[in-house]
């Protein structure tokens, strides 16, 4: 039994889904249902009623009796039993290292996560974080350097394994990837959060992971990349010093979800 947490409105639109979907024994509902109770709790957004970002967002209910919610496309979404298979806890922090910072103009201007993100990029961290160097890649020749792209949203359609259980197909579903980072057939994929998330929704690396995954199967890129990492940066500031956690993932059964296998953590102290 979890301790109990103060309701809000988004936890009554779960909440209320959650009972109908207990009294008929269907745990599917679609994007009308969220939009009805929404309006009927007065919750504003039915779009972010079903995006939980990490476990202990979850309403109480779900908490108590061990559900999550996943999507399933074409404005469907279903509660399914485990909310492990679908939340993935951060390791402990391998290593804490120093990191010499120049602070930049826009550095600080906004907490957004795209800007974390820039400035992690910005510092070479990133590149440190997956290739281990930073300054050696000040060549001329391009093709010696990572490159950056920058955050976008694209349309497509997935099928693979939730475990040994559920098989899921997604079709015309859009993914958000805020940045990605390629060296010599080595690709970053990253998700940025501010504060001290204890879980994060295994998703969130999944699908560009999985996106990248199936160009190197079918696409003009087939064969051309080695390797696909899920990685997710997190800024805090303590004791008036801006930390970079950093997890790095991949997954051991590309075509199961459930399949997260952790890789390394580093803390990156940003020193001026």
């Known amino acids: 039994m979890h301790k109990n947490k103060p309701i809000n409105k988004k936890d009554q639109v779960l909440t209320e889904i959650f009972e109908i979907c207990q009294k008929r024994n269907d745990y599917v509902f679609h994007n009308d249902l969220v939009k009805d109770i929404s309006k009927k709790v007065g919750f504003g957004n039915p779009f972010d009623a079903t995006k939980i970002d990490n476990k202990d967002k ?104 939730f475990g040994k259980d559920l098989y899921i197909e997604l079709n015309n579903i859009q993914i958000e990837i805020d940045l990605t980072i390629e060296f010599q057939g080595i690709i970053g994929v990253f998700e940025g959060k501010n504060g001290k998330p204890e879980s994060f929704a295994v998703y969130q690396i999944y699908h560009p992971f999985l996106y990248y995954y199936k160009a190197n199967q079918l696409s003009e890129l087939k064969g051309k990349i080695k390797e696909i990492y899920g990685v997710y940066v997190v800024k805090t500031i303590e004791n008036g010093i801006t930390n970079l956690k950093i997890w790095a993932y991949t997954f051991e059964n590309p075509l199961d979800i459930t399949s997260i296998k952790f890789v390394k953590s580093v803390c990156y102290h940003l020193k001026l």
Do not use: C, M
């Open 58 to 161: 979850l309403p109480q209910i779900l908490l108590d009796n061990d559900f999550a919610v996943i999507h399933l496309g074409n404005g469907k979404h279903q509660f399914i039993k485990g909310i492990n298979k679908v939340y993935h806890n951060f390791e402990p922090i391998q290593e804490t290292l120093e990191w010499t910072y120049t602070k930049s103009l826009l550095n600080e201007y906004n907490s957004s996560e795209s800007n974390i993100l820039s400035v992690a990029n910005n510092q070479r961290i990133l590149h440190h974080f997956l290739f281990g160097k930073d300054t050696e890649f000040d060549s001329i020749d391009i093709t010696q350097r990572p490159k950056t792209y920058f955050p976008h949203r694209t349309k497509t359609s997935f099928a693979y394994n």
